[in-house]
């Protein structure tokens, strides 16, 4: 594994403003649903930084691949 934080979104505190998807550095977050397409997403946490409800959080790599998390 090559990334060592991955991210995830709390759907109940997501308000869909959109910021994330702005300033992704690699635009891998779907605007409409904020879904992060983890095979592009590198971890640089800009999207849980910018995320004004922080509803983007980010675990340990091994232990979501170990919770069955693609």
């Known amino acids: 594994v090559w990334r060592f934080k991955r991210p995830v979104v709390d759907r109940d505190k997501c308000i869909t403003c959109n910021i994330c998807t702005e300033y992704c550095p690699c635009g ?8 992060i ?3 592009f997403c590198k971890g640089c946490g800009i999207c849980a930084e ?3 409800k922080g509803a983007i959080d980010f675990v340990d790599e091994n232990e979501a691949a170990k919770e069955g998390g693609e």
Do not use: G
């Open 50 to 52: 910018v995320c004004p």
């Open 37 to 39: 397409d983890l095979f």
């Open 28 to 35: 891998v977050i779907e605007r409409k649903t904020i879904d």
